[in-house]
């Protein structure tokens, strides 16, 4: 168990927080030949955890994974290589995964061939990656989120060297592009276009734990929208840490909104998006939403807090009064869009009278949605030194106040489809209700109908919406 380890890099926060105007390298991903056959007879699980950016990761490590061999697992738990995708956004999205590792070590203990690797934001901390090295020594991987693809060579490591393997890379990150995927839908797909986070938020992980902001060719987006539109597919959702800044790192005038009505192009039928910065949603890009037909009328649209001194020390670059007018703008161009969004509750040194600002905001936004979450201190960034003298109790209270505000906008964004018909791509059977089919429609509610018939999993179909609630909607199909 306690094998020898190879450290090849550990990460750091000092060269993670570096930005320069380095050329971004572009590899093109092609597996080697010693690595075709590494995976014959054996399986793999990849558990994913965080968001939309980490699920796309773990899809392209299934395609390295199957390409060379590997089938997936039907236990999770036994497979013979068992990757942790990891998040750490939050204090218990890392508590989590020590909570799955703990279940593992069992599971190793019984099967000791099984590899286990842990990859995504986590181990590019500092402090995780001690941990996993230190306490977690039946961990035979720790990568990080800048070299999935490096993963055959690591796991061809382990088995030939008998040894642990540590790479972290804590540069500002490069762009592979022809990386193998396995998707977890036929007809909808994550796409791509930018990589990493320059804003540097005071209270957020992510610039240090994805690197520099980097869009990708345009070229390269539009072969991979073009190939999708190809196999089928309806809809994409195109993804990035702040996937509005796209092509602001690659010194020409093409911006995010040029983008959009370049997919639009491709024929496509439905593009979102997210998550995008409000101070970077240009006329440009909100006029492309209005015109382009493919783009759907959602918006999630990050405000984290209502109050102006609050955006300051977040270093958000914004007011409550410009985001206003963004969303002003939004609603004129679009009419009917729903916006949804992200706020922090209890950051530190927030006052009462400045929560009061955020709750007022969510009435005056209109928002038809938000996820909200109580501040967590994140181990180097900047507000992690900050006096934070609320307790935990109040922060709780003040989260149960602005949920209350929230749902209520849910319950309107529902609502005021009662009578309606909407068009619907359908995802599959119901989860909860037998002889229900869902899907989400184009302002992205979740839409319940009655129906068996699998044939229409992938299809946009219209649905008479006769009930509302806040979560989802409940229809018929219209013949
Ligand atoms: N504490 C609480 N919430 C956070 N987020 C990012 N960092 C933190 C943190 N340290 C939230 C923000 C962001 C969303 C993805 O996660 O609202 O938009
Ligand atoms: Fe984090 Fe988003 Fe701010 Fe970037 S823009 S630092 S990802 S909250």
């Given at each position: 168990?306690?094998?020898?380890?190879?450290?090849?890099?550990?990460?750091?926060?000092?060269?993670?927080?570096?930005?320069?105007?380095?050329?971004?390298?572009?590899?093109?991903?092609?597996?080697?030949?010693?690595?075709?056959?590494?995976?014959?007879?054996?399986?793999?699980?990849?558990?994913?955890?965080?968001?939309?950016?980490?699920?796309?990761?773990?899809?392209?490590?299934?395609?390295?994974?199957?390409?060379?061999?590997?089938?997936?697992?039907?236990?999770?738990?036994?497979?013979?290589?068992?990757?942790?995708?990891?998040?750490?956004?939050?204090?218990?999205?890392?508590?989590?995964?020590?909570?799955?590792?703990?279940?593992?070590?069992?599971?190793?203990?019984?099967?000791?061939?099984?590899?286990?690797?842990?990859?995504?934001?986590?181990?590019?901390?500092?402090?995780?990656?001690?941990?996993?090295?230190?306490?977690?020594?039946?961990?035979?991987?720790?990568?990080?989120?800048?070299?999935?693809?490096?993963?055959?060579?690591?796991?061809?490591?382990?088995?030939?060297?008998?040894?642990?393997?540590?790479?972290?890379?804590?540069?500002?990150?490069?762009?592979?592009?022809?990386?193998?995927?396995?998707?977890?839908?036929?007809?909808?797909?994550?796409?791509?276009?930018?990589?990493?986070?320059?804003?540097?938020?005071?209270?957020?992980?992510?610039?240090?734990?994805?690197?520099?902001?980097?869009?990708?060719?345009?070229?390269?987006?539009?072969?991979?929208?073009?190939?999708?539109?190809?196999?089928?597919?309806?809809?994409?959702?195109?993804?990035?840490?702040?996937?509005?800044?796209?092509?602001?790192?690659?010194?020409?005038?093409?911006?995010?909104?040029?983008?959009?009505?370049?997919?639009?192009?491709?024929?496509?039928?439905?593009?979102?998006?997210?998550?995008?910065?409000?101070?970077?949603?240009?006329?440009?890009?909100?006029?492309?939403?209005?015109?382009?037909?493919?783009?759907?009328?959602?918006?999630?649209?990050?405000?984290?807090?209502?109050?102006?001194?609050?955006?300051?020390?977040?270093?958000?670059?914004?007011?409550?009064?410009?985001?206003?007018?963004?969303?002003?703008?939004?609603?004129?161009?679009?009419?009917?869009?729903?916006?949804?969004?992200?706020?922090?509750?209890?950051?530190?040194?927030?006052?009462?009278?400045?929560?009061?600002?955020?709750?007022?905001?969510?009435?005056?936004?209109?928002?038809?949605?938000?996820?909200?979450f109580i501040y967590s201190k994140r181990e180097g960034t900047p507000a992690a030194k900050m006096e934070d003298p609320i307790s935990d109790s109040e922060k709780h209270k003040w989260f149960d106040e602005l949920k209350k505000a929230v749902d209520k906008g849910y319950l309107r964004g529902t609502e005021r489809f009662v009578g309606e018909v909407v068009e619907v791509l359908v995802d599959g059977e119901s989860k909860s209700d037998l002889g229900m089919m869902s899907g989400y429609s184009k302002h992205n509610k979740l839409t319940h109908f009655k129906s068996n018939d699998k044939s229409l999993i992938g299809k946009i179909v219209k649905v008479k919406v006769k009930e509302a609630k806040s979560w989802f909607m409940i229809g018929d199909l219209v013949e």
């Amino acid at each position: 168990m306690n094998k020898e380890k190879l450290e090849i890099s550990i990460p750091s926060f000092l060269a993670a927080k570096k930005r320069n105007n380095d050329k971004i390298e572009r590899i093109d991903y092609k597996i080697e030949d010693k690595y075709k056959d590494l995976g014959l007879g054996k399986t793999y699980a990849i558990f994913t955890y965080g968001c939309q950016g980490n699920v796309l990761d773990s899809e392209n490590m299934a395609g390295i994974l199957e390409e060379a061999g590997y089938r997936l697992a039907e236990d999770k738990y036994n497979a013979d290589v068992v990757i942790l995708n990891t998040c750490a956004i939050r204090e218990n999205a890392e508590d989590r995964i020590w909570g799955v590792l703990g279940q593992l070590k069992g599971r190793k203990q019984l099967n000791p061939n099984m590899v286990i690797a842990i990859s995504g934001c986590m181990p590019q901390e500092e402090g995780a990656t001690k941990k996993l090295e230190e306490s977690y020594k039946f961990v035979d991987i720790i990568l990080g989120t800048h070299n999935r693809h490096h993963l055959l060579k690591l796991i061809y490591n382990v088995y030939e060297k008998k040894m642990r393997v540590v790479e972290v890379l804590s540069g500002q990150g490069n762009i592979v592009e022809n990386v193998p995927i396995v998707r977890n839908y036929k007809h909808k797909a994550f796409v791509n276009i930018m990589f990493g986070c320059d804003e540097f938020c005071t209270y957020c992980i992510v610039p240090y734990t994805r690197g520099r902001e980097r869009s990708r060719a345009k070229e390269d987006i539009l072969a991979e929208v073009n190939e999708l539109v190809k196999e089928g597919y309806k809809e994409i959702t195109l993804l990035g840490q702040n996937v509005n800044a796209y092509g602001k790192d690659l010194g020409n005038d093409y911006t995010f909104g040029d983008l959009l009505r370049d997919i639009d192009k491709t024929g496509i039928e439905r593009v979102r998006f997210t998550s995008p910065h409000p101070r970077d949603m240009d006329e440009n890009a909100i006029s492309a939403m209005a015109e382009c037909k493919s783009v759907m009328p959602h918006l999630h649209f990050p405000v984290q807090s209502g109050n102006d001194r609050v955006l300051k020390i977040m270093n958000r670059k914004y007011t409550r009064e410009e985001y206003l007018y963004k969303i002003k703008r939004l609603k004129e161009e679009i009419p009917g869009i729903s916006i949804t969004t992200d706020i922090i509750v209890g950051y530190p040194g927030e006052t009462r009278e400045e929560f009061n600002d955020t709750l007022t905001l969510v009435e005056e936004a209109g928002f038809e949605g938000a996820f909200t979450f109580i501040y967590s201190k994140r181990e180097g960034t900047p507000a992690a030194k900050m006096e934070d003298p609320i307790s935990d109790s109040e922060k709780h209270k003040w989260f149960d106040e602005l949920k209350k505000a929230v749902d209520k906008g849910y319950l309107r964004g529902t609502e005021r489809f009662v009578g309606e018909v909407v068009e619907v791509l359908v995802d599959g059977e119901s989860k909860s209700d037998l002889g229900m089919m869902s899907g989400y429609s184009k302002h992205n509610k979740l839409t319940h109908f009655k129906s068996n018939d699998k044939s229409l999993i992938g299809k946009i179909v219209k649905v008479k919406v006769k009930e509302a609630k806040s979560w989802f909607m409940i229809g018929d199909l219209v013949e």
